[in-house]
């Protein structure tokens, strides 16, 4: 069913959620996961060499850490889900506009999936979504799947 699915995260917790959800999926299913990060330009952060290894080295533990709760939760409730640790993950950080990037990768690596994180902002669409999930969903051409944050928030 999927082979190749990509998981785009930020720092929010629903983009957490979204990780945690793809992190589950590809182990069902043996697909090779994809997790992106994405430096916005025109953040008022500047990145050199050594900062964007830091945060390849960051999204790397983060996603790490996905994998072995995911295999401990699956240990602990007793299912008999896949092995994690054949769980076939690329963590990767780009720059650029977000949903372009997202979009771009989601071509270039032939995902059959993409899963975002629902986000709250400003106005009605950005409430329901959240901008870049928005656009993602409207301009993707392969299936996305929103995952909301907790509802504990």
């Known amino acids: 069913m999927y082979e190749t699915i990509l998981v785009a995260i930020d720092d929010s917790e629903p983009a957490s959620a979204a990780l945690e959800h793809a992190v589950d999926l590809a182990d069902a299913v043996g697909a090779q996961l994809h ?14 060499v050594r900062e964007v290894d830091e945060l ?12 072995a709760a995911v295999a401990g939760l699956e240990a602990a ?3 008999e889900g896949g092995d994690t640790d ?10 650029g506009r977000p949903s372009e990037i997202v979009l771009e990768y989601a071509e270039e690596i032939d995902a059959d999936l993409l899963l975002v994180g629902q986000q709250g902002e400003s106005d009605l669409s950005e409430k329901l979504l959240g901008s870049t999930t928005d656009r993602i ?17």
């Open 137 to 153: 969903a409207r301009q993707s051409s392969v299936p996305v799947t929103i995952v909301p944050g907790s509802r504990a928030e």
């Open 56 to 67: 390849n080295d960051a999204v790397g533990e983060l996603v790490d850490d996905v994998v």
């Open 77 to 79: 409730d007793g299912s």
């Open 35 to 48: 997790v992106l990060s994405v430096v916005e330009p025109s953040s008022q952060l500047r990145f050199g």
């Open 86 to 95: 054949d769980l076939e993950v690329h963590p990767e950080i780009r720059r």
